[in-house]
């Protein structure tokens, strides 16, 4: 039996004994899914803005500083409607449901394209810390309430010329008029609205119950942009639950706390692969 086979042998076995398991959702995990920002996908999708504005990728084209409400939203348009409106539920995502069901489960993720959701996780079991993409808010955060946003992206997207949009359909802020933003954590100004709380007591209480418990930590794609939020507080949780396991899956940073290691099973294999192997 090859070390491969042994990971998912132990892996497995850690799964079906567990109480509870806890999953830790980064960036990685949709690119895993096909949710991809570089590449083919952005290549495919933003030609007419990678022409004019030079754009090489989708994250770092979320940082553009454009000159006009219409430029900006012809482009978030594009990038919340390919992410967050025009995929369906990824089989990655369907298959992590199916692992887990039999078992009390919480989720908490850094992604904002509500794939979980989509693939059959209720809305109370996880927590987008991040945000969503399918929601506006005030640019600067005046009021804490969100805005669906697909009928309005919807005919962003249909009116949208020469990478602009009618100024009539730039949104505005129904308090302080002033102008709107994706709810995205990237800024001092991210709204953190009653429903946000409600998802972090749940996750509080979820941590609180487990504690001491036979629990999987399982940690998909989760690097170094915030580590904070997932990775060091899962390692931390496993160093002081004698009946915890760590389950990493990422490809570039699998490595973790030396004090962990004997509790850890780390993968760098493909996501769906291992996946897979996990439900056979």
């Known amino acids: ?31 895993a899914a096909g949710i991809t920002y570089s590449g083919n996908r952005f290549t495919e ?36 409607s390919l992410n967050r409106y025009e995929i369906g539920a990824t089989k990655i995502y369907e298959d992590l449901v199916q692992l887990i069901q039999d078992k009390k489960y919480f989720v908490i993720s850094t992604n904002v394209e509500s794939q979980f959701e989509k693939a059959g996780f209720p809305s109370e079991n996880v927590f987008q810390i991040q945000g969503d993409y399918g929601y ?12 669906d946003n697909e009928s309005l992206v919807t005919d962003m997207i249909e009116k949208t010329s020469d990478c602009k949009i009618p100024s009539n359909l730039v949104p505005r802020c129904p308090v302080c008029g002033g102008t709107m933003d994706v709810n995205l954590r990237k800024n001092g100004y991210f709204v953190q609205d009653e429903s946000w709380y409600e998802s972090d007591n749940r996750y509080k209480a979820f941590l609180q119950e487990s504690i001491g418990k036979r629990i999987v930590y399982m940690e998909f794609g989760v690097g170094f942009n915030t580590p904070g939020i997932i990775r060091y507080p899962f ?30 099973i780390a993968f760098t294999e493909e996501m769906q692969e291992v996946v897979t192997s996990f439900m056979q």
């Open 1 to 31: 039996m090859d070390n491969y086979q042994k990971r998912i042998k132990m892996a497995k076995k850690a799964i079906a004994k567990a109480e509870y398991i806890l999953i830790g959702a980064g960036a990685g995990l949709s690119a």
């Open 45 to 80: 999708h933003f030609k007419p803005f990678i022409e004019k504005y030079g754009f090489t990728d989708l994250y770092s084209s979320s940082f553009y500083p454009f000159d006009t409400e219409e430029e900006k939203w012809a482009y978030w348009a594009k990038h919340i």
């Open 136 to 147: 506006l808010q005030c640019e600067k955060g005046c009021h804490d309430k969100l805005y």
């Open 235 to 264: 390692e931390r949780m496993t160093y002081h639950n004698e009946m915890a396991t760590l389950i990493r899956l990422n490809r570039d940073h699998p490595e973790g706390f030396e004090e962990t290691q004997d509790k850890t």
